[in-house]
């Protein structure tokens, strides 16, 4: 039922297009039989040399063109009116009916192969976008305009009572001449492309052709002496301003002027007052045909212009539009990371900070009580390190991560770095060691975070995949080649199951291991080791791996090595004691810092959302103040622009951020709203002491 009624609903429209094209299939065949009959009647009836040929004949470039440009049904209709008209005119005009034969059957043939042979060179729907395609038509033409001129001139001089070479050289010149000039002008004007970047207003375009016929008039009625050259410049900015269809209907325009005038006795007459009429004729024809193609070649070169501006716009436009939507599609991925990041933090620090605080706090706990928990907290800390993979490495691929160098001791922070994953190869009975071949007293410009990330990316992965054997870190200084600038190399070796040489091109893409199963296997997201490529790379260096299945793998990476003064170190850290304001709308979260707090000596008062926070504050009795940031009421940024905005010392404690939000325009935010420092979640103990020890002491500085 729904089919029919969409079918009943789509049949006024489909009638609309039905009559929209039945009006303009029946205007076009109207125009061009007016176009051929009328130039019919006037080519055969007042051109005529002494030999009785016509010196103009356009008609069958005209019919070849409607040939071209019509349908089936309009095709057969204008056929038959030609046909009708060849035999009547030539009739009117006296031609013995042999003759109307002759003459009948040539055009028609001529026709037929014109349209064909411009099929075949230009496709179904033949058009003219330069002059060579102008030229080559031409070209193509001439061959079957003198051959059938030569069959007909054969056959019909003798019965016509003509000379044949005269016969056969008017014939061909007539239709030649016809055919140059009107089958790519119909072409042309027949083409609707052509209007696209040429549309004026009717009133514009009749002035235009206007002005054309008014110079060609003016130029051979002149009474003294003619000036043809007058016609160009108004040819000429038609062209300009209607595209290559102004300059075809300006030939049109000026060869409907200048033939009437050459045949009652002025205009070209003036001019060559003792050539014969036909002489006069075909110097018309030159003359339009000369016009034509120096405003279509002008009108043809701007036509291209105007299409390469319109492709530039379109593709313009079509760039925007993908870079827009890059950009929505970036900023999606970022708010994606950024709130999947903030879900998955916020449990995992309850999950990770109380497993720790039960480790450290219970004494009672059996060792099978104690297994567990140190299962649990490898779990979590697998899955924080999978997040933080995902989140650096997309930092990285944003180019959001900048290098920040400062002196540092390669060998220190090497040593430093194994000692973090030392107890994991403990647990698995594995001999670490740590090599260093480093001139003594030097520190280097480099960045020890991301230093340390590539680091414990390699060295966790050697731990990981050696099942028994050593683990071997060294760092030493090299030079890449003669003469060159020196590079720390760091080597990261193990005797574990080794890589095959065919696998380790992948190793270093994002999601890839070395086969499919070493993630069921071992686990991991394949990040560790795209970013640390990307690290790697954005600190100047190359990295790489040397590796044989079975005989474990050598990884390498280099650094730029740039000595630098070796600044005073900061004094040792300490525990805390301070008092702290914390504020989390999550219980859990409020009771796991607060441990950590107590254990570190702080006094510790809580808050569960900014607005109890900005009021608790305002008593300006705490040394920090450490702040969530998605909270009801109030979140952590509009209550941390609040307090800085107290009287007094409460607007001077230094807030700290302790947010799962972790994405660096998030951090940026936190800073702009008055936050000094930022810890993520999941909170790492060492850390949280690390920042308060770092913004008391500024405190007490500033005191």
């Known amino acids: 039922m729904t089919a029919r009624a969409d079918r009943r609903d789509d049949q006024p429209g489909l009638r609309r297009a039905s009559v929209h094209w039945a009006g303009v299939r029946w205007g076009l065949l109207a125009a061009l039989v007016c176009a051929y009959v009328g130039s019919f009647l006037f080519s ?61 059957a040539c055009d028609m043939t001529e026709s037929l192969a014109a349209a064909a042979l411009t099929r075949r060179l230009r496709g179904p729907r033949p058009s003219i976008r330069s002059v060579r395609h102008a030229l080559v038509l031409v070209a193509a033409m001439l061959p079957i305009t003198i051959s059938v001129a030569a069959i007909g001139s054969s056959v019909a001089a003798p019965v016509a009572g003509a000379q044949l070479w005269p016969f056969f050289t ?110 006069r004729i075909r110097m018309v024809q030159a003359f339009v045909t000369t016009i034509f193609f120096t405003c279509l070649a002008a009108a043809l070169s701007l036509y291209k212009e105007q299409r390469l501006k319109g492709l530039m716009a379109r593709r313009s436009a079509a760039a925007r539009a993908a870079r827009a939507r890059a950009q929505a599609a970036g900023r999606a991925r970022t708010d994606f990371l950024a709130t999947m990041s903030h879900e998955i933090r916020t449990p995992l620090n ?82 670490l060691s740590v090599e260093a ?55 990261i070796a193990d005797t574990g199951i080794g890589i095959a040489p065919e696998v380790q091109g992948r190793l270093f893409q994002r999601f890839s291991q070395a086969d499919g199963s070493i993630s069921r296997a071992f686990g991991g997201a394949g990040l560790g080791l795209a970013i640390s490529k990307t690290l790697v790379t954005r600190m100047g260096g190359e990295i790489g791996v040397d590796s044989a299945p079975g005989r474990g793998a050598t990884f390498w990476f280099t650094t730029p090595a740039e000595p630098v003064c070796a600044a005073d170190g900061p004094p040792a850290e300490q525990e805390a004691a301070a008092r702290v304001l914390l504020v989390d ?32 504050a305002a008593r300006g009795d705490f040394d920090v103040i450490l702040m969530d940031i998605h909270m009801p009421r109030m979140d952590g940024l509009a209550a941390a622009r609040a307090i800085k905005a107290l009287p007094g010392p409460a607007s001077r404690a230094p807030i700290i951020a302790l947010s799962a939000d972790v994405m660096p325009q998030q951090i940026e935010r936190c800073r702009q709203a008055g936050m000094v420092d930022h810890v993520a979640k999941p909170i790492q103990r060492d850390v949280l002491i690390a920042a308060l020890n770092r913004w008391l002491g500024a405190e007490t500085e500033a005191a």
Not at 204 to 220: M, P
Request: glycine share 8%.
């Open 44 to 104: 055969d009836l007042l051109t005529r040399d002494s030999n009785g040929m016509p010196s103009l004949w356009p008609m069958n470039a005209i019919l070849a063109a409607g040939l071209l440009r019509m349908d089936p049904l309009g095709r057969r209709l204008l056929l038959g009116i030609a046909l009708v008209t060849n035999l009547a005119v030539h009739a009117l005009a006296g031609d013995p009916w042999f003759v109307i034969g002759v003459y009948t």
């Open 170 to 279: 008017a014939w061909a010149a007539c239709n030649s001449m016809g055919m140059i000039i009107a089958l790519p002008a119909a072409l042309v004007i027949l083409d609707p492309t052509n209007d696209e970047a040429f549309r004026r207003p009717p009133a514009a375009q009749v002035g235009l052709y206007a002005l054309v016929a008014a110079a060609t008039a003016f130029a051979f009625l002149k009474p003294s002496t003619p000036m043809p050259f007058l016609i160009f410049p108004a040819a000429m900015l038609a062209a300009f301003q209607l595209g290559p269809r102004g300059a075809a209907w300006s030939a049109v325009v000026v060869i409907a002027v200048t033939a009437p005038l050459t045949i009652v006795g002025d205009g070209v007459a003036r001019i060559a007052p003792r050539w014969a009429e036909v002489d």
């Open 350 to 431: 309850s999950v990770l900070g109380f497993a720790n605080l039960l480790a450290e706090t219970e004494d009672g706990l059996t060792p099978a009580g104690r297994r567990k928990l140190e299962l649990i907290a490898q779990a979590g800390g697998s899955l924080a390190t999978i997040v933080d993979d995902i989140l650096d490495f997309s930092r990285l691929e944003a180019g959001r991560v900048e290098l920040r160098p400062e002196a540092v001791d390669p060998a220190a922070l090497l040593a430093d770095a194994a000692s973090i994953i030392a107890l994991d190869a403990q647990a698995k009975g594995l001999s």
């Open 437 to 491: 071949d480093l001139p003594g007293g030097l520190d280097y410009a480099l960045d020890p975070a991301r230093l340390r990330q590539v680091l414990l990316n390699l060295l966790n992965n050697a731990v990981k995949f050696t099942a028994g054997g050593s683990v071997r870190a060294s760092v030493r200084l090299e030079a890449p080649y003669p003469g060159g600038p020196e590079r720390l190399r760091f080597t």
């Open 585 to 616: 709308d999550h219980p859990m979260n409020r009771e796991l810092g607060a441990a950590m707090l107590i254990l570190a000596g702080c006094a510790v008062e809580t808050a569960e959302d900014g607005d109890e926070a900005v009021r608790i």
